[in-house]
């Protein structure tokens, strides 16, 4: 098999649920049939697809990719944010993202969009993440695009020192105006401060034909009309699943961008262990099981329940056995499915909220 040309970083799926309708499987046959070796999926501020894509990636032999096209938060003017493309090296990665997404939607909404903050990437360690400068739409290619080069420097050079070694100035050929403009600004600043440069392209719908279709789905999220001529044309017909060969000659001029959307891939080895049950290690008293912590917390429940159903203590004892019956028939199910530390854990839950309001 010869040498990838091209891996594509830069994906919105059907999870993106604004700007993208590309089935993820379609994707992954889409990478297998032009013989990529690895796709990456960048859902807009979710990883909601995760698992979907990594089973369905791995089954037909393509190296998964994780990231996030994610939303910076522009404190000078909230309306006007950049976006950054993350992707995950590894787990540690991937947790790092996953808590980094968490965070913007728990502590920085505005106006429907979970925001990170720039200041976050000094207070965390980012060293399992790499970082795309979001071409036209980033930080660097806004500030390039109204011609403040200074600025871009600036924004280039700290988002570099946020992410030594592993921040790329994104360059893209989409249709649009604004990303070919930016282009050889890009190029000029990465000379400048030799940085790295990589090609992307923001698919957002499988083949060219289904632009009509994206185009219906971003009016339905916006609430726009498809026959109104004055709204606004956020995408082009160019942004499907382009093949490497396409890639290859809309950057035949610079072939080192493309060279480095394959070594970004090879940089990223994510492993998940998935079909598998992650509970925390529920603490019990010294020297007890889960089982017999599970079966003391039982006892105890049922003597306090029957002392509320069966005030008088004759009539609790004749009926006492009965209910003994129907708790070790529970309790041995459930050890022999060995969900013990998992009802331990909800039990621990309520507990909680009852005494807690």
């Not at 790092?96 to 997404?101: A, I, K, V």
């Not at 009309?225 to 709204?231: E, F, G, K, N, V």
Request: aromatic share 8%; glycine share 6%.
């Amino acid at each position: 098999m010869p040498d990838p040309q091209f891996i594509h970083l830069r994906l919105h799926s059907e999870y993106s649920i604004s700007d993208g309708i590309v089935r993820i499987d379609d994707a992954v046959q889409r990478a297998v049939a032009d013989a990529m070796p690895a796709l990456a999926l960048t859902d807009l501020s979710n990883l909601f697809g995760m698992v979907k894509f990594y089973q369905s990636a791995r089954s037909q032999g393509v190296k998964p990719i994780l990231g996030c096209d994610v939303w910076i938060s522009n404190d000078t003017d909230r309306n006007r944010p950049s976006r950054l493309l993350l992707l995950a090296q590894n787990r540690e990665g991937f947790r790092c993202l996953s808590e980094l997404l968490t965070r913007a939607y728990r502590e920085n909404m505005y106006r429907g969009r979970a925001e990170l903050r720039q200041t976050w990437f000094d207070e965390k360690s980012t060293t399992s993440l790499i970082a795309l400068s979001g071409a036209h739409l980033g930080e660097v290619g806004q500030a390039l695009l109204a011609g403040n080069a200074d600025t871009a420097q600036a924004a280039a050079s700290r988002w570099a020192t946020l992410f030594p070694d592993r921040y790329y100035l994104e360059i893209q050929r989409s249709g649009h105006v604004e990303a070919e403009n930016c282009l050889q600004a890009t190029l000029s600043l990465a000379s400048t401060l030799d940085l790295p440069v990589v090609a992307t392209h923001p698919v957002q719908f499988p083949t060219h034909d289904d632009f009509k279709a994206h185009e219906a789905r971003v009016c339905i999220a916006e609430g726009g009309l498809l026959a109104d001529r004055r709204r606004p044309r956020m995408f082009t017909e160019a942004q499907y699943f382009k093949t490497q060969a396409e890639m290859a000659a809309l950057f035949a001029d610079i072939p080192e961008a493309l060279i480095n959307s394959v070594e970004i891939a090879k940089r990223c080895s994510l492993t998940m262990e998935l079909g598998k049950s992650m509970l925390p290690q529920f603490p019990t008293p010294s020297g007890m099981t889960l089982d017999e912590h599970l079966r003391e917390r039982s006892q105890e429940g049922l003597a306090e329940r029957m002392a509320v159903l069966y005030p008088d203590a004759a009539e609790r004892d004749l009926r006492y056995p009965e209910y003994q019956e129907r708790l070790e028939f529970e309790l041995g199910t459930i050890i022999q499915m060995g969900f013990p530390g998992y009802f331990l854990i909800v039990a621990d839950f309520i507990n909680w909220a009852k005494h807690n309001g």
